[in-house]
């Protein structure tokens, strides 16, 4: 089988298709990951911009509306609530917080490479975190440090940055004591034109991963097809291509058996044609010396 030039040739080039679609593969998969990972952030960080525009008017309007004043609503005289370890607090806002922003901040989790979508004042007290955040209190500490998370103060180094940064859409890699890392996404919120405190965003460094593994296993699987078509293709065209040379290889070997009856014919203007030019004018010379033979 391999001795026929028409598989050999049709193999040399598959091989050399193979190397380029795979490398263009993996290096636009590369590539197409890392613009996932880009728009993913982008994202985040429009996401981050609005939350913090939705929590700044949430508490102006309650202050516009009497519920709150605005010594109230940049109250930092943080009371205890006993019998919690980390320690959480009330402030005398968090209790309109709980029922003005709840839902609000749950929308955002709708998005799933969201863990949380809070407000934090600028000292990283948190008033009210994420439904998912406010499971009943169970009395394992492990389990109620990922279950229960509200009105904790996350003055930590990330926590303090985002809480009082004046920069939007502030990025930071955050390491939650939950043993998560993601990417803290943070915009401050502002009331009555002084700095309250951040939104924050903590944006799923494994759900990037997943989706751009996702995306790249497509474009692979893509690229694997068309490489599959393109062999078939190959070998269909190179076959076809390389089938005259059988016919002349034929019509050589005849004429070295002595059959120079049949005249070759000779169609188009490409090597295989000057090939059986060469083999026409072949013929007509050898017919012609064996005439002369035959009449001596």
Do not use: C
Request: net charge negative; no cysteine.
């Amino acid at each position: 089988m391999f001795d026929k030039i028409s598989i050999k040739v049709a193999v040399m080039v598959n091989v050399a298709l193979f190397v380029v679609i795979v490398a263009g593969g993996f290096y636009v998969a590369d590539q197409q990951g890392e613009s996932l990972e880009q728009q993913l952030l982008e994202r985040g960080k429009i996401e981050s911009v609005i939350g913090a525009k939705l929590i700044g008017r949430v508490l102006e309007e309650a202050i516009d509306n009497g519920v709150l004043s605005v010594k109230d609503a940049f109250d930092t005289e943080y009371v205890p609530i006993p019998g919690f370890v980390p320690e959480k607090y009330h402030t005398k806002y968090d209790f309109y917080l709980d029922k003005a922003i709840l839902s609000l901040q749950d929308e955002f989790l709708k998005d799933e490479s969201v863990v949380f979508a809070v407000a934090v004042d600028k000292n990283g007290y948190l008033p009210t975190h994420n439904t998912k955040y406010q499971q009943p209190i169970t009395g394992d500490q492990q389990r109620d440090l990922v279950g229960n998370r509200t009105k904790r103060i996350f003055n930590d180094t990330i926590g303090l940055n985002a809480a009082q940064n004046t920069e939007p859409a502030y990025q930071q890699e955050y390491h939650r004591d939950t043993g998560e890392v993601m990417w803290d996404i943070s915009t401050p919120v502002y009331v009555k034109g002084q700095h309250w405190g951040g939104f924050r965003i903590g944006f799923s460094l494994e759900k990037i991963s997943q989706e751009k593994e996702a995306l790249e296993f497509k474009l692979i699987g893509f690229m694997v097809t068309i490489l599959i078509i393109s062999l078939v293709v190959v070998f269909v065209v190179v076959n076809q291509v390389m089938r005259p040379l059988g016919h002349f290889t034929q019509i050589a070997s005849n004429l070295a058996d002595g059959q120079v009856e049949e005249k070759i014919e000779v169609k188009g203007r490409d090597e295989i044609a000057q090939l059986a030019d060469v083999l026409e004018r072949l013929r007509v010379s050898l017919k012609a010396a064996m005439d002369r033979l035959q009449r001596k």
